[in-house]
């Protein structure tokens, strides 16, 4: 298929919503602070519970200027008990159902089976290869990832992966389509199990819950040093910059004569992780420990108040650079 073979952008009014959990919830912010018309369909969906979410994810995304009027226009909000329903209007459908192979491909598979073939299927998947998605779709180039951060609604990252049979047409105002949203979308290049960002998630708890396990520091320490060293650095610039900046005027070439030999050493001595009942309890006793006492529905609370500042900050920084 074609560019022109799909709904263009402009036509895209009305989007379906399969799976209104965490994800599904912060997606429907986000579009109708955009002004789509949304149709749901979750089984388990209580729309007072999903309209008093919204309503409360509203004064942050107007302070980011993505909503634009007083209140959210919940009527425009319409849940479905059942699929083909929902999605038969739809002209772009998120799936943002649980994240095993087996549920996924076969609710793509029906999601497939009946929105009209030139309109995109998004999976909010956080790391199955898009290919295993699109495997039971009789439209395979139109199904690929969309890939958003919790809470979806705020960060702005957006990683958009398609599989084997993905047209690049549909990669492309996928892109688009996000881009619009006012998130910054990335496109990878081929796909991996847990996509790109994950992945590099992944390696960095590993050494920090191996240091947990290890006894290196306190669970606040652990925590302080990527909060106070590394994430500062990090809200402005990847991992590249960074290591490029730490050689100075010499940029990466110095830093790798400076660190050559030790980068090796560090990477050699990196440890593992396996997820045993132990193990789990000493992690989730790290996390009470760093939550001080206060409830974790306190700690969103402070955490999506704050991304607010940091994402507006980064806006205004990263337009500067
Ligand atoms: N939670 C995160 O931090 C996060 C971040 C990014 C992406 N994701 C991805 O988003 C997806 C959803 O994750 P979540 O955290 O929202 O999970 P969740 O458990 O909060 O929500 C899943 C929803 O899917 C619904 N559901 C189950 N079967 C369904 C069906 N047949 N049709 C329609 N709805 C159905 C459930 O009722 C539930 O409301 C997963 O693929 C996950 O990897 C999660």
Same mark, same amino acid.
């Given at each position: 298929m074609t560019a022109a073979h799909f709904l263009s952008l402009s036509a895209i009014r009305t989007v379906g919503l399969v799976g209104a959990g965490s994800v599904g919830k912060g997606w429907a912010a986000l579009l109708l602070a955009r002004g789509y018309d949304i149709a749901v369909h979750d089984p388990a969906a209580d729309p007072a519970q999903i309209g008093a979410f919204i309503t409360q994810a509203w004064p942050a995304l107007r302070r980011l200027h993505i909503?634009?009027?007083?209140? @959210?226009?919940?009527?425009?909000l319409s849940f479905f008990p059942d699929l083909t329903t929902a999605v038969a209007g739809a002209d772009l459908v998120f799936e943002n159902g649980p994240e095993l192979v087996s549920a996924k491909t076969d609710l793509i598979a029906r999601i497939d089976a009946a929105l009209p073939a030139d309109r995109l299927i998004l999976s909010s998947s956080g790391g199955i290869r898009p290919s295993l998605l699109q495997a039971e779709a009789a439209h395979p180039e139109r199904i690929l990832v969309a890939h958003p951060f919790n809470p979806p609604h705020l960060v702005p990252l957006v990683e958009i992966v398609g599989g084997e049979r993905t047209d690049a047409a549909a990669t492309i105002l996928a892109r688009d389509f996000i881009a619009g949203l006012g998130k910054r979308p990335i496109i990878l290049k081929r796909e991996m199990v847990g996509h790109l960002t994950n992945r590099i998630q992944a390696a960095v708890l590993r050494e920090t819950f191996h240091c947990v396990l290890e006894d290196v520091a306190s669970p606040q320490d652990i925590d302080d040093a990527l909060r106070f060293g590394l994430g500062v650095r990090w809200a402005l610039m990847g991992g590249i910059m960074t290591f490029n900046l730490a &050689? &100075? @005027? &010499?940029g990466a070439a110095h830093t790798l004569d400076m660190a050559r030999r030790a980068y090796a050493d560090w990477w050699a001595d990196l440890g593992d992780v396996t997820l045993t009942p132990e193990v789990e309890e000493r992690l989730i006793e790290a996390a009470k420990a760093v939550e001080m006492d206060r409830s974790t529905q306190d700690w969103i609370a402070w955490r999506d108040e704050g991304l607010v500042d940091v994402i507006a900050l980064q806006n205004e920084r990263i337009d500067k650079a």
């Open positions: 909503a634009t009027t007083e209140q @959210p226009d919940l009527s425009r &050689g &100075g @005027p &010499g």
